[in-house]
C-alpha cells in the first residue's frame, strides 16, 4: 500500500519528534524554510520525509506509532 500525500499539522511533527509544540513549530519553520514555502503555505508529509530524507513511508509508519 503507497502512501498517501496528506497535510502535516505541528502536532504532528512533535508526536514525530517526541518534542513540545514549540520545538514542533520550529521544526515546521525550518521545514518550510528548506522548501522555500512561505507562512501561509502547508506543508505535506512528503516535504516532511524529504527533509528527513527517508522514504515517505517510514515517516508515516512512524507517525502512526
Do not use: W
Given at each position: 500500500m503507497t502512501p498517501v500525500l496528506r497535510l502535516l499539522n505541528t502536532r504532528d511533527l512533535c508526536h514525530y519528534k517526541g518534542v513540545k509544540l514549540r520545538a514542533g513549530q520550529?521544526?515546521?519553520a525550518r521545514i518550510?524554510?528548506?522548501h522555500s514555502k512561505l507562512k501561509h503555505?502547508?506543508?505535506?508529509?512528503?516535504?516532511?520525509?524529504d527533509y528527513y530524507g527517508i522514504p515517505l513511508a517510514l515517516f508515516e509508519s512512524q507517525l502512526q506509532r
Amino acid at each position: 500500500m503507497t502512501p498517501v500525500l496528506r497535510l502535516l499539522n505541528t502536532r504532528d511533527l512533535c508526536h514525530y519528534k517526541g518534542v513540545k509544540l514549540r520545538a514542533g513549530q520550529l521544526e515546521m519553520a525550518r521545514i518550510k524554510d528548506f522548501h522555500s514555502k512561505l507562512k501561509h503555505q502547508q506543508v505535506t508529509n512528503q516535504d516532511a520525509a524529504d527533509y528527513y530524507g527517508i522514504p515517505l513511508a517510514l515517516f508515516e509508519s512512524q507517525l502512526q506509532r
